[in-house]
């Protein structure tokens, strides 16, 4: 398992636009990705999920990925994240 904090740039955090973006990055692959922020735990290939984390602009995720391409999909998403999620 890997895991990682990161904190979301795009200035409105992970609403519908960037969500849909965020769930297309991870869902081809085989892992399980789950992300955490404040307490709770969200499966990052539901789009239902990751909108119902109310991610804001500058909070931080602590994503967790296991499975056979795990670091691919670590370099995948981050690289998402970290390009401001298309906005």
Do not use: W
Not at 5 to 29: C, D, E, W, Y
């Amino acid at each position: 398992m890997l895991t990682k904090t990161i904190a979301i740039q795009n200035p409105s955090g992970l609403h519908m636009r960037p969500a849909g973006l965020f769930v297309k990055t991870v869902t081809p692959f085989q892992s399980e990705v789950l992300f955490g922020i404040r307490g709770g735990e969200y499966n990052a290939k539901s789009m239902i999920s990751v909108l119902s984390a109310m991610v804001k602009s500058g909070d931080e995720i602590e994503l967790r990925i296991s499975g056979t391409d795990e670091q691919a999909c670590m370099d995948a998403v981050v690289s998402a994240i970290e390009s401001g999620l298309g906005e």
